[in-house]
């Protein structure tokens, strides 16, 4: 089965669990530093192991939207690992402004 990922300039490529794994080390190396590569790369193959991997099986034939699968990697860290998950939040917010996107920001009373 061919999954593919739908970015946002529209363009449709080959999903790669790789970017994913790579994008939760760099959230963890930024978290604990100290740890090391290895353990980074470790815990998020875990991570995408228990959690996202299930998911994306499931959408088989689908394309599937990169904020949809933003948000997959966000609730998946939250459970697992909040210190994490703040740094890979921080990192997506930083690149979307430096790509000149900006999030849809929530009105608070």
Known sequence: MKRRVLKRNGEIVKFNKENIISSIAKAYGDTYPSRGTAIAID?????????????????????????????LVENALMRQAPDIARAYIIYGYERDVARGLERVKIKTK
């Open 43 to 71: 815990t998020a193959r875990f991570v995408y192991q228990t959690n996202i991997k299930p998911w994306v099986l499931l959408q088989k034939e689908r394309k599937m939207g990169f904020d949809e699968i933003r948000r």
